[in-house]
Nanobody, 122 residues
Framework: QVQLVESGGGLVQPGGSLRLSCAAS????????MGWYRQAPGKERELVAV???????NYADSVKGRFSISRENAKNSVSLQMNNLQFEDTAVYYC????????????????WGQGTQVTVSS
């Protein structure tokens, strides 16, 4: 079984920075894409940033220029550097691993972390 373990959330003032990290554990042959999603109270979960195994990235318009996603394929880990945080960035952030194969011949599966709270408040 694959598990995603997140770390790095917390409370920060507007304009501050946080770094989220996520590591996938278990027997893993490959992961197509890893990314971060967030869900604010009363809102739907939305994509924040995603990175493929080849290093291609995609960001939500609201975080472009402020957030940066990176990945270490050998460690099956992904990080999200969040700078110049704003009130509207407050949400639970979820790590996602998309297209996971535990063995070469396995069907791909998707996994989610348990979520980590990011609160931007003065």
């Amino acid at each position: 079984q694959v598990q995603l373990v997140e770390s790095g959330g917390g409370l920060v003032q507007p304009g501050g920075s946080l770094r989220l990290s996520c590591a996938a554990s278990g027997s893993i042959f490959s992961i197509n894409a890893m990314g971060w999603y967030r869900q604010a109270p009363g809102k739907e979960r939305e994509l924040v940033a995603v990175i493929t195994s080849g290093g291609n990235t995609n960001y939500a318009d609201s975080v472009k220029g402020r957030f940066s996603i990176s990945r270490e394929n050998a460690k099956n880990s992904v990080s999200l550097q969040m700078n110049n945080l704003q009130f509207e960035d407050t949400a639970v952030y979820y790590c996602n691993a998309d297209g996971v194969r535990q063995r070469l011949w396995d069907v791909e599966a998707d996994y989610w972390g348990q979520g980590t709270q990011v609160t931007v408040s003065s």
